[in-house]
């Protein structure tokens, strides 16, 4: 059977895709061209804006190929299938499989049985109290790609409920997965060749404090997957500044594969609008993580969440959330408008920003950023690093390969080398000789390794 996948949204999702395709690919099913392929999964994302529009228009695009194959059918995953639901099967009749984040265990299995009964239809809804293991791949598909890198779940859902935010109704209360289950699949990718991973959950901070902890906190969890030979590179992403504990700030300085890169979402600068969001922290207590940060890591590159237009937002807050932004010099920020999400806190707050106010707070917003990203890149011009190669630039020079890499941070390097081909996966010695707008060019300065 052949499937394909697209995937809207968060690393979350990508990952889970990614663990979708494999399990598929373990019973016998095969990865295909748009063109060619007679099962379209979708996995959806609603954080932001017109998201079941987007999800309309392609499930238009899949109609398009039941004209050259009658037995296509499609499967509508992630958080917009859990808030439309069953929805789907009324406006779609080719949708034969709708499932939320917490069913996505069962969605292998549902789709073979499908396969076999074209009339069947499943809804895979239900929210999980406990973190339910998935399959791991079959022995015959490989787990790490030739990039090394890999993704790991540790947990799914959120409890936060911060006032805009409709995640804690689309996947569901936080479950943290059992760190032994999270250890030996990081074992076997590291035993497998992978040189880097990056722990996933919605809010990786508060890992450990629900109904499925095992009396291991996050910290506890850096310290023991760091510790594991071959593993050059560790990340995590997302954290929530109210749950990041003394002990994470200070595994930056202690663990030295503890990429020195943190993305801590500050949404706004201004205290009042913190608190109308419902963040749980004040600038204050930003300010003295982000010290905290900075001298266990002195060169550790801070990125950010923005929301501009939050209701109630006056004039005032928003140049408080400039102030800040210039303050801790976040080296990147994705920014975006508010925008209502049905059932969340915000809904109901009053006064709504008017758009245009709102669009021209997030050019002002993005045009400052820019400057700072461009001065910190500057800064680095000189300094020599290690560009972990993923592939090939999609920019190529004349003449000579340039290749894609990463430095420690995870800025993107692109190096130009005689090799054509072996150094995906392998970290090459570089000195930056040029920052670009979003990138460093880097000059090779040893052998790969
Ligand atoms: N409107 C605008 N931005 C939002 N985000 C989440 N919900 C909304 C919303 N309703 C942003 C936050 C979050 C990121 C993933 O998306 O900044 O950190
Ligand atoms: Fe949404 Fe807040 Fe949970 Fe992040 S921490 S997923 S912003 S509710």
Redesign the pocket.
């Known amino acids: 059977m052949k499937f394909h996948i697209t995937t809207f949204g968060?690393q979350m999702n990508v990952h889970d895709s990614q663990w979708l395709a494999r399990a598929l690919t373990s019973r016998g099913w095969e990865e295909a061209g748009e063109d060619e392929a007679q099962v379209y999964i979708l996995n959806t994302c609603s954080?932001?804006?017109k998201p079941e529009q987007k999800v309309y228009s392609e499930l238009g695009r899949v109609a398009a190929h039941l004209k050259r194959d009658e037995n296509v059918f499609a499967a509508v995953g992630g958080c917009v299938a859990q808030q439309i639901g069953r929805g789907f099967f009324e406006r779609f009749p080719f949708v034969r499989l709708v499932f939320g984040s917490d069913g996505i265990a069962g969605a292998p299995n549902a789709l073979e049985r499908i396969a076999e009964n074209l009339d069947d239809r499943v809804a895979l809804l239900d929210f999980v109290t406990l973190y339910e293991e998935r399959e791991p791949p079959s022995e015959t598909v490989p787990v790490a790609d030739e990039t090394r890198q890999a993704f790991v779940n540790i947990m799914q859902g959120c409890d936060n409920f911060?006032a805009?935010?409709?995640?804690p109704y689309t996947r569901g209360r936080q479950k943290s997965r059992d760190p032994e289950a999270i250890l030996a699949e990081c074992r076997s990718l590291a035993e497998d060749g992978v040189r880097e991973i990056t722990l996933l959950g919605q809010n990786v901070n508060s890992f450990g404090l629900d109904k499925g902890g095992k009396g291991v906190s996050f910290a506890q969890l850096l310290h023991s997957v760091a510790a594991i030979p071959g593993l050059d590179r560790l990340r995590f992403t997302?954290s929530h500044p109210k749950d990041i504990a003394p002990e994470v700030i200070r595994a930056f300085g202690e663990l030295p594969n503890l990429c020195p890169s943190l993305h801590l979402?500050m949404?706004a600068g201004s205290d009042r609008v913190l608190k109308a969001m419902r963040r749980k922290y004040d600038m204050a207590r930003y300010l003295s993580i982000v010290d905290g940060l900075r001298e266990a890591r002195p060169d550790i590159s801070l990125t950010t969440?923005?929301?501009v237009?939050?209701p109630g937002e006056t004039d005032e807050d928003f140049l408080q959330t400039l102030e800040m932004v210039e303050r801790v010099g976040f080296e990147s920020s994705?920014?975006?408008?508010?925008?209502?999400?049905p059932g969340?806190a915000?809904v109901n707050m009053e006064p709504k920003v008017p758009a245009e106010e709102a669009a021209e707070r997030l050019l002002r917003l993005q045009t400052l950023q820019n400057n700072i990203t461009r001065k910190c890149l500057k800064n680095l011009v000189g300094a020599r690093t290690d560009a972990f190669i993923e592939g090939l630039s999609r920019m190529q020079e004349d003449g000579a390969v340039s290749w894609k890499g990463r430095d420690p941070a995870g800025r993107i390097v692109n190096v130009v080398m005689e090799e054509r081909t072996g150094l995906t996966g392998m970290m090459v010695p570089v000195k930056i000789v040029e920052a670009k707008k979003h990138s460093l060019v880097g000059e090779r300065a040893g052998q790969p390794w």
């Open positions: 968060c954080v932001r804006d911060c805009y935010c409709i995640v997302t979402p949404q969440d923005l929301i237009g939050f994705f920014s975006f408008k508010y925008s209502d999400r969340v915000a």
